[in-house]
């Protein structure tokens, strides 16, 4: 994974320049890899939970409180880039109901909308818009027209930008990664 990071970074960091501006980051840290499967933070233990090890969450059982990872979000639009085909659509989906079935309190997403749901209902969302993104995918052609069915059915979602790439990329009109 690390070597991926170092391998992306700066194409990414191109592609987010317009829309991040003065907000895009100027030290990007690469992180090292972790052997440890427990996290102990202010006396509280955190057991690193999912089964790509990419994508890990952090899992707090006493408190059932979840920390998710990179693909966890709440009622926003996902980020679909890095996952085009429906094979990792549906590893994805896999992952979060390996997550919902931890059947969290609290759910604290790594993308979201703070007006929006912090629980279950943030992972079964984004179950929901991964089904709807793979029946498009099977038909919809071009990025506009993915993008108008998607607002369609999820009005009124945070992450516009990303929905265009998204969009983009799951038609094919622009390879991510």
């Known amino acids: ?23 895009l980051p100027k030290n990007v840290v690469i992180p090292s890899v972790m052997t440890e499967q427990v996290i102990e933070f202010q006396g509280t233990r955190w057991k690193l939970y999912g089964s790509e090890p990419s994508q890990v969450n952090l899992w707090n059982e006493e408190t059932k409180t979840l920390i998710g990872g990179v693909n966890v979000f709440n009622e926003s639009h996902l980020f679909l880039a890095d996952t085009p085909t429906i ?5 994805w989906q896999g992952r979060l109901r390996e997550l919902l079935a931890l059947d969290a309190d609290l759910v604290v997403v790594s993308h979201g909308d703070e007006s929006r749901s912090f629980d279950n209902q943030a992972l079964q969302f984004s179950l ?21 069915i998607i607002q369609e059915r999820f009005p009124n ?5 990303v929905l265009d790439m998204s969009a983009k990329v799951m038609t ?5 990664g």
């Open 157 to 161: 979602l945070r992450n516009e930008s």
């Open 172 to 176: 094919g009109e622009m390879v991510w």
């Open 87 to 91: 094979k990792e659509l549906r590893d």
């Open 128 to 148: 929901d818009y991964i089904e709807y993104a793979i029946e498009l995918k099977g038909y919809v052609q071009d990025s506009e027209t993915f993008k108008e």
């Open 1 to 23: 994974m690390v070597e991926h990071i170092l391998a992306t970074v700066e194409n990414k960091l191109e592609v987010w320049r317009d829309f991040l501006g003065d907000d």
